[in-house]
């Protein structure tokens, strides 16, 4: 039962990691001509979560599992959210766009704790998951300065 419990949980950050990627694709383009400095970041948190992607599918299949690789229900209505608000709003689509990645990598930090905190994960998931936690931690964080730099100006 522990190892059904565990793929749960590695599926469940599945899906908010692929909700990440699907999510930043949605970003590209939108900042960088205001902000291009972020872009080397931006790329490499791209980057990192296709890894994120990898290593959990890798660690449900470890688990014997078949891994349930799409992105959420909720990250789906949060991006269709996205494409109506900023269909009306007026004015910088930059600062909107910078809420809502700050919103989103809140909220898969928000999962990723409660993943810890199920305890659920074998130590090596645990160790996997920690990591990730901490990458998505800095994601917010960088994103976050952006935001408050740009509300500076």
Same mark, same amino acid.
């Given at each position: 039962?522990? !190892?059904?419990? #565990?793929? *749960?949980?590695?599926?469940?950050?599945?899906?908010?990691?692929?909700?990440?990627?699907?999510?930043?694709? =949605?970003? #590209?383009?939108?900042?960088?001509?205001?902000?291009?400095?972020?872009?080397?970041?931006?790329?490499?948190?791209?980057?990192?979560?296709?890894?994120? =992607? !990898? #290593?959990?599918?890798?660690?449900?299949?470890?688990?014997?599992?078949?891994?349930?690789?799409?992105?959420?229900?909720?990250? %789906?209505?949060?991006?269709?959210?996205?494409?109506?608000?900023? /269909?009306?709003?007026?004015?910088?689509?930059?600062?909107?766009?910078?809420?809502?990645?700050?919103?989103?990598?809140? %909220?898969?930090?928000? %999962?990723?704790? !409660?993943?810890?905190?199920?305890?659920?994960? /074998?130590?090596?998931?645990?160790?996997?998951? *920690? #990591?990730?936690? =901490? !990458?998505?931690?800095? /994601?917010?964080?960088?994103?976050?300065?952006?935001?408050?730099?740009?509300?500076?100006?």
């Amino acid at each position: 039962m522990k !190892n059904q419990e #565990e793929v *749960s949980v590695l599926n469940d950050l599945l899906h908010i990691t692929n909700d990440r990627i699907q999510g930043f694709s =949605k970003v #590209e383009g939108k900042i960088w001509e205001k902000y291009p400095d972020v872009k080397d970041d931006y790329d490499r948190m791209i980057t990192q979560s296709k890894i994120m =992607k !990898n #290593e959990l599918i890798d660690l449900i299949q470890e688990n014997g599992e078949k891994a349930s690789d799409t992105s959420s229900v909720a990250g %789906a209505l949060h991006r269709t959210w996205i494409d109506i608000k900023n /269909s009306f709003t007026i004015g910088n689509t930059e600062e909107s766009t910078l809420e809502n990645v700050i919103f989103g990598e809140n %909220a898969a930090i928000d %999962a990723y704790q !409660n993943a810890i905190d199920t305890g659920n994960l /074998s130590e090596n998931s645990l160790d996997i998951v *920690s #990591e990730h936690l =901490k !990458n998505i931690k800095d /994601s917010y964080h960088q994103f976050k300065g952006i935001s408050n730099y740009k509300n500076k100006d």
